[in-house]
C-alpha cells in the first residue's frame, strides 16, 4: 500500500468538507472545489481528520489510492491558503502587462500574445528589469495547467536561455559556434 495513502489529511480551522457517494465538495475561506472521485477507494471524515482506504488489493486500485489521498490534500490546502507558480521572463524587449485581468506577453513575436483570465485563476506581474510574472488560484491542477501554457508561448532557448521559465528552473546552456 502506499505510504502517502496511508497518512490522515488534518482539516485546518474554516474548512468543512461534505461527502456526497463519490462526490467530496470542500468550503474554505478562498472558496468551493468539488471532485469526483472512483467508488473504490473509501473517503472516511471523523474529528476534522480524512483518511483514505482502498477497498481492494488490485494494481489500479493501490495505484489510486495514494493519488486520491494527494489530490484531496491538494484541494485542503488551496481551500485554506492557495496554490501560486511564479515565471520569470528574461530576454531583451520580452515583458508582460496586464491588460483589465487578461495578461499580454510581449515576447518577440511580431503581434502581442494574449491570455484571457480563466475562471479561479488570477494574474499578477512584478518587477522592472527582471519580469515576472505570478500565477495564483485555489485549484492546483488549473494554476499548473495555466503556467504551463504560458511557459509554452515562448520556452527558454538554450544558448542564451531568453524565453519564460520556472522560478528556480535551471537551464543548461549549450556552447554555441566557435570561431576558426
Known amino acids: 500500500m502506499s505510504r502517502i495513502g496511508k497518512k490522515p489529511i488534518e482539516l485546518p480551522d474554516g474548512v468543512e468538507i461534505k461527502k456526497n457517494g463519490n462526490t467530496i465538495t470542500v468550503k474554505g475561506p478562498k472558496g468551493t472545489l468539488e471532485k469526483?472521485?472512483?467508488?473504490?477507494?473509501?473517503?472516511?471524515?471523523?474529528d476534522k481528520k480524512i483518511n483514505i482506504t482502498a477497498k481492494s488489493d488490485s494494481k489500479d486500485v493501490r495505484a489510486l489510492f495514494g493519488l486520491t489521498r494527494a489530490i484531496l490534500s491538494n484541494m485542503v490546502i488551496g481551500i485554506s491558503s492557495g496554490f501560486e507558480k511564479k515565471l520569470v521572463i528574461e530576454g531583451v524587449g520580452y515583458r508582460a502587462n496586464l491588460k483589465g485581468n487578461d495578461l499580454e506577453l510581449l515576447v518577440g513575436y511580431s503581434h502581442p500574445?494574449?491570455?484571457?483570465?480563466?475562471?479561479?485563476?488570477?494574474?499578477?506581474v512584478e518587477g522592472p528589469k527582471q519580469e515576472i510574472v505570478f500565477v495564483k488560484g485555489i485549484d492546483k491542477e488549473k494554476v499548473g495547467f495555466y503556467a504551463d501554457k504560458i511557459r509554452s508561448v515562448r520556452p527558454p532557448e538554450?544558448?542564451?536561455?531568453?524565453?519564460?521559465?520556472?522560478?528556480?528552473?535551471?537551464?543548461?546552456?549549450?556552447?554555441?559556434?566557435?570561431?576558426a
Open 36 to 46: 469526483t472521485f472512483d467508488p473504490r477507494i473509501g473517503i472516511s471524515i471523523k
Open 113 to 124: 500574445v494574449l491570455f484571457k483570465k480563466p475562471e479561479g485563476i488570477d494574474f499578477r
Open 158 to 179: 538554450p544558448y542564451k536561455g531568453k524565453g519564460i521559465r520556472y522560478d528556480g528552473e535551471y537551464i543548461r546552456k549549450k556552447a554555441g559556434k566557435t570561431g
